[in-house]
């Protein structure tokens, strides 16, 4: 069973698109949801929205106490922990990074990037950009051919992937904001083990569920 955070934001476009693949799915909004799940997918939304509904209510910047996570965080956090899989699109990825310079945000801390919010502009300067996907010949459904089609990738007040950790792998990158010697473009979908982070929204362009079944190939590794 394929959970997706249901407590702000996108869930519902991501249950769509395994719908489609007749996935199974259901919203996680307590941990007993948690337990029932074998992955997890955080959608895009506002980092800090979805922090405050994690977090102890009466905790956390403005509050005069720090942080302390609610059992849905700490679940989450296990549930990460314990290997199995899960995606981060847009303000998930925000949540799943080791950094973003933002203390309202209490992040996991599994995916081993900093990402800078909203880097990529605001509401207006939204924008698809057609990408390449690199998957690599070992990619769990792939035919050569279809690995090569350009994705539609859709950013919306998106994170930008500003550093790498050691081990992180980069199975994208957007052409947007190539500046002065960078020819190889900004990393936009990364994975690190079970973890698998995206800048942008593969759930709004269904059509194309390349990456929600490469993230289902990863449950059955
Ligand atoms: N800007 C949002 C954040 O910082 C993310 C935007 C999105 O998920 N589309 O949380």
């Avoid at 476009?13 to 909004?29: D, P």
């Avoid at 949801?33 to 922090?51: F, N, Q």
């Avoid at 090569?148 to 081990?167: C, K, Q, S, V, Y």
Wanted: net charge neutral.
């Amino acid at each position: 069973m394929i959970g997706v955070l249901a407590l702000q934001g996108g869930f519902e476009r991501h249950r769509a698109v395994f719908e489609s693949l007749r996935k199974e799915s259901r919203e996680v909004r307590t941990v007993g949801d948690l337990e029932l799940c074998g992955a997890l997918v955080i959608p895009g939304g506002e980092s800090t929205v979805i922090t405050r509904q994690l977090m102890k209510p009466g905790t956390g910047p403005g509050t005069g106490a720090s942080y302390e996570p609610g059992p849905l965080w700490k679940a989450i956090r296990d549930f990460i922990e314990s290997g199995k899989p899960v995606m981060g699109t847009c303000a998930g990825l925000i949540m799943l990074a080791r950094s973003c310079g933002d203390e309202r945000v209490a992040s996991f801390g599994a995916l081993p990037v900093d990402v800078e919010r909203n880097a990529y502009g605001r509401q207006k300067d939204s924008f698809v950009e057609q990408v390449a996907l690199e998957f690599g010949s070992d990619s769990p459904f792939g035919r050569e051919k279809e690995n090569r089609a350009p994705f539609p990738a859709t950013f919306i007040r998106a994170p930008m992937i500003t550093g790498l950790g050691e081990g992180v792998a980069v199975l994208a990158r957007s052409r947007r904001f190539l500046s002065g010697e960078q020819t190889e473009g900004t990393p936009i979908l990364a994975r690190y083990d079970n973890i698998l982070g995206l800048s942008f929204h593969p759930e709004l362009n269904p059509e194309d569920s390349r990456i929600h079944r490469y993230f289902l190939g990863m449950t059955r590794e």
